[in-house]
């Protein structure tokens, strides 16, 4: 109840902020992202079913059951960057046999100074982490994606990862 108030008070400021003056995007965002931020720590309960949440710590790709085909799915917003081929190196290196690889070691690409320095092994788990969020997880990688937010698409990918590095 008083949350819906305060988000109702929030939006009204927006509102009239914006129309008091048009022009000032600014100062009539910032409440309207609090709004925002309210509404999703509110949400945030209902779809933790997830298995790993009970715990209160953070998700580990081993706790879920993982769909290859749904991960393909997933995969097509990587193909623009990224091809399997061995060799084949496109915006970003082939991620031919990516599972258990170190980072930066394909030959003949040109990898940020964050990716060499990483000193990582793409394991299942670490290819969890990052993809959630590539540049948190590797300050200064030249990975331009903002990451896969949703855990279980995130698992599914990387199931899908680890077939393809068979
Ligand atoms: C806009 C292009 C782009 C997209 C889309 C993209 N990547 Fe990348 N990716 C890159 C670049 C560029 C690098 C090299 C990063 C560096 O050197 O800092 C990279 C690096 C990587 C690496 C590290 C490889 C190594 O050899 O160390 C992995 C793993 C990876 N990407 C996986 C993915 C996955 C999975 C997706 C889809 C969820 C994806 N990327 C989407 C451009 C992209």
């Given at each position: 109840m008083k949350t819906n108030f305060l988000m109702g008070a929030a939006a009204m400021a927006g509102l009239m902020t914006l129309s008091a003056c048009g022009g000032a995007n600014n100062q009539a965002d910032a409440p309207a992202a609090t709004a925002t931020e309210t509404t999703a720590a509110v949400e945030t309960?209902?779809?933790?079913?997830?298995?790993?949440?009970a715990d209160g710590a953070t998700l580990e790709y081993a706790s879920f059951t993982t769909d290859v085909a749904a991960g393909e799915k997933v995969f097509a917003s990587c193909r623009t960057c990224h091809v399997f081929d061995e060799g084949v190196n496109r915006?970003?290196?082939?991620?031919?046999?990516?599972?258990g690889r170190e980072s930066g070691?394909?030959?003949g690409y040109s990898y940020s100074d964050a990716n060499l320095a990483?000193?990582?092994?793409?394991t299942s788990d670490v290819l969890f982490e990052y993809l959630e969020d590539p540049k948190g997880f590797?300050?200064?990688?030249?990975?331009a994606y903002p990451g896969v937010k949703d855990a279980q698409k995130r698992a599914d990918l990387v199931a899908y990862l680890e077939a393809q590095s068979k």
């Amino acid at each position: 109840m008083k949350t819906n108030f305060l988000m109702g008070a929030a939006a009204m400021a927006g509102l009239m902020t914006l129309s008091a003056c048009g022009g000032a995007n600014n100062q009539a965002d910032a409440p309207a992202a609090t709004a925002t931020e309210t509404t999703a720590a509110v949400e945030t309960p209902a779809p933790a079913a997830a298995p790993a949440a009970a715990d209160g710590a953070t998700l580990e790709y081993a706790s879920f059951t993982t769909d290859v085909a749904a991960g393909e799915k997933v995969f097509a917003s990587c193909r623009t960057c990224h091809v399997f081929d061995e060799g084949v190196n496109r915006v970003g290196p082939s991620l031919h046999k990516i599972v258990g690889r170190e980072s930066g070691s394909v030959p003949g690409y040109s990898y940020s100074d964050a990716n060499l320095a990483s000193d990582v092994v793409w394991t299942s788990d670490v290819l969890f982490e990052y993809l959630e969020d590539p540049k948190g997880f590797m300050p200064g990688t030249k990975m331009a994606y903002p990451g896969v937010k949703d855990a279980q698409k995130r698992a599914d990918l990387v199931a899908y990862l680890e077939a393809q590095s068979k």
